[in-house]
């Protein structure tokens, strides 16, 4: 089993920049996808980034547009979200989610492909 606590929510002006934290209580290097989800009320949960903690390897939503960076700290065993230029509509709860790699030839990138979650964490940009 594996947990994942999220931290570094909050409230920010457009512009401003945040750094979500992911603590997991495994070895991530051992082989884990790790993803950053977020949902917005009456939306569904979307895909922002993942790390493949093997290599390091990652991937954006569209959405992203090089705003967000996804990074990994395997001696912490934690998986960072930094978050430049945000804007409204990033307001939302972030998530932080975990799989093995072992179970998927090709990345997750769907919420129902990643099998532990965190609570998540609140993330409000305001004008």
């Known amino acids: 089993q594996v947990q994942l606590v999220e931290s570094g929510g909050g409230s920010v002006q457009v512009g401003g920049s945040l750094r979500l934290s992911c603590a997991a209580s495994?070895?991530?290097?051992?082989?884990?996808?790790m993803g950053w989800f977020r949902q917005a009320p009456g939306k569904e949960r979307e895909a922002i980034a993942r790390?493949?903690?093997?290599?390091?390897?990652?991937l954006y939503g569209d959405f992203v547009k090089g705003r967000f960076t996804i990074s990994q700290d395997n001696a912490r065993n934690t998986v960072y979200l930094q978050m430049d230029s945000l804007k409204p509509e990033d307001t939302a709860m972030y998530y932080c989610?975990?799989?093995?790699?072992?179970?998927?030839?090709?990345?997750?990138?769907?919420?129902?492909?990643?099998?532990?979650w965190g609570q998540g964490t609140q993330v409000t940009v305001s004008s």
């Open positions: 790390i493949s903690t093997p290599d390091g390897s990652t």
């Open positions: 989610a975990a799989t093995r790699t072992a179970y998927y030839i090709h990345p997750p990138t769907r919420p129902y492909q990643y099998n532990f």
């Open positions: 495994v070895d991530i290097s051992s082989g884990y996808y």
